[in-house]
């Protein structure tokens, strides 16, 4: 199985390889559509700011490539956010795969939330095997609202969305790679998605 992670300067890249390797799985970094376009899952991580990394994405034409591909696409941590339609950080418009609205917590809590929280209300194959209530890790700010495509959610502050589905594209706003063996999991589970 061939698996893409798309090179565009959103930091992460690192630790997200290791946790793949640790699957079996070597992946290729890429910024070439070509490489990303062939690939059998796609990997769309990112730590960063919503606008750098759009204005990134659309210098090299990647926003139009994503938002094609047809095979299994995983957004994580600011991936999640730009596969999104608007971002109010920096007032940013996204990728648009997902109808959805990402907006700043209010500072009722600490801000960013950085640590562990847990998953609510998982639905669909990102989470087999997976208990509702299992903890994962995160570090935002920013978080996506509750819609449609909501397929977890984890309260901090508001309940937000903590994974997104649309056909091919899956996203989760916590780190898997850093979330121990239920993160581990739901890497596996997406490399499993036929």
């Known amino acids: 199985m061939s698996v893409v992670i798309v090179d565009y300067n959103a930091g992460n890249v690192q630790s997200v390889t290791y946790a793949l390797e640790r699957l079996g799985v070597s992946p290729v970094l890429s910024a070439n559509p070509e490489v990303i376009r062939s690939a059998d899952r796609v990997i769309f991580p990112g730590v960063g700011e919503a606008s750098t990394a759009m204005r990134f994405l659309k210098e090299r034409k990647l926003d139009e490539v994503i938002k094609d591909l047809k095979q299994p696409v995983f957004g994580v941590c600011l991936g999640l956010q730009l596969m999104c339609a608007h971002s109010e950080e920096n007032n940013t418009d996204c990728l648009g795969i997902f109808d959805v609205q990402v907006k700043k917590f209010e500072p ?35 978080y996506a609202e509750t819609s449609p495509y909501t397929i977890a959610t984890t309260d901090y502050v508001n309940t937000f969305s903590a994974a997104l589905n649309k056909d091919n594209f899956y996203a989760l706003q916590a780190h898997p790679e850093k979330s121990g063996k239920v993160g581990e999991r739901i890497l596996q589970n997406f490399l499993d998605i036929k």
Do not use: R
């Open 108 to 142: 009722t809590l600490k801000v960013p939330q950085m640590g562990w929280n847990n998953l609510e209300h998982t639905t669909g194959p990102l989470f087999k095997g997976i208990e509702t209530d299992s903890y994962v890790y995160y570090v935002h700010s920013y």
